[in-house]
């Protein structure tokens, strides 16, 4: 009997299995000896870049989630933060440095920037700002203080309201669309507080700079200021339980003064000593002063943004806020430099 087709002797020969040209090159490729040591280096150099990059991958979304929680409590991009913080950071040194005279052209275009921002949030509240006398006046007060006199920085000044509140007053009767007298006395009121708050204060710091020697105090303060609220967050972020002040600023604890007290008293140790040419005392008192001032400067700006009802004052320095929410722990902190100044010098040429 013979066998059919496809019976057990014709399964047992061999078939033509079509191969694709992938297959086909497959077979084709030769086997890596694994005596060539050329071939062993090779596989253990992909073995540790697999292992690198598995490494990097896992680092990676590490502090990916990390970011995530501590944005999820500050409300803060921390990556965006940092980077442009160094870059602000790079400017001021480079301004104050090599180039005295280009940091006037650095906090004028800070001032502005905060002029702005602030005018357009109390605009937003309801509040009538000029915008034209604010910015004219604010640019005013900060370049004349680096070439008059200090007596004369007050004449400047007062001249400088005086232009805001009259504008404010002849737009008013201009309009003539019968708001409130109260209201128009706030509004006249909020006009001069800008060029106190942002103006005046930013026009102290340039007058210290014009001192002799000036840059180096305007860069101690302005590291310690930074010092403060670096240790703050920081602290905060790590050991925060105990709110400051809940009702003006609620992330505030009293770990994060803490830390923003340690930071502080370290960094006007260092700097008096090594860039002010000071006694370790007088760095610690200059320390714990720019403290005071950074801290109520901080605190003073989360109750006027509570009061107007916003987080920040703009979105311009992602991770940061507004210009303005950068300068408020500076700005306070002009007057305790400035003192500090005429008061230290003569101490320390003794």
């Not at 003539?176 to 001069?192: H, K």
Request: proline content about 3%; overall charge negative; aromatic content about 10%.
């Amino acid at each position: 009997m013979t066998d059919a087709p496809g019976g057990a002797d014709s399964e047992s020969e061999p078939r033509d299995i079509p191969r694709t040209r992938r297959e086909m090159g497959e077979l084709r490729r030769p086997v890596a000896d694994t005596n060539d040591p050329a071939a062993v280096r090779h596989s253990h150099l992909r073995a540790a870049r697999s292992e690198l990059e598995s490494q990097v991958a896992q680092a990676k979304a590490e502090f990916e989630e990390a970011n995530e929680r501590i944005k999820e409590r500050t409300g803060r991009d921390l990556i965006l933060a940092i980077l442009i913080g160094l870059a602000i950071g790079a400017v001021l040194l480079g301004s104050l440095l090599f180039v005295k005279w280009a940091f006037l052209v650095f906090a004028m275009a800070a001032v502005l920037l905060a002029i702005f921002e602030f005018s357009r949030a109390l605009a937003a509240s309801g509040r009538r700002v000029d915008l034209v006398p604010q910015l004219t006046s604010g640019a005013v007060i900060v370049v004349t203080a680096y070439f008059v006199d200090a007596w004369l920085q007050w004449i400047v000044l007062f001249v400088a309201l005086a232009v805001v509140v009259v504008w404010r007053l002849v737009a008013q009767m201009v309009s003539n669309d019968g708001r409130a007298y109260g209201m128009v006395l706030g509004d006249v009121l909020v006009g001069a507080f800008i060029q106190l708050y942002v103006s005046f204060l930013a026009s102290l710091c340039i007058l210290l700079l014009a001192q002799d020697g000036g840059e180096w105090w305007v860069l101690a303060f302005i590291i310690v200021a930074v010092a403060a609220d670096t240790g703050a967050y920081v602290a905060g972020i790590s050991f925060g339980r105990h709110p400051m002040a809940p009702r003006i600023s609620p992330k505030k604890t009293w770990e994060g003064f803490a830390g923003a007290a340690a930071a502080a008293m370290l960094a006007g140790v260092l700097a008096g000593m090594f860039m002010l040419g000071l006694d370790w005392w007088m760095g610690l008192v200059f320390g714990i002063v720019i403290l005071g001032t950074a801290t109520a400067g901080d605190l003073g700006e989360s109750m006027i943004k509570r009061d107007l009802g916003i987080k920040d004052m703009s979105s311009w320095l992602p991770g940061h806020g507004g210009v303005l929410d950068r300068l408020d722990s500076i700005l306070p902190s002009t007057v305790a430099a400035l003192a500090l100044y005429y008061l230290f010098t003569p101490l320390a040429a003794m």
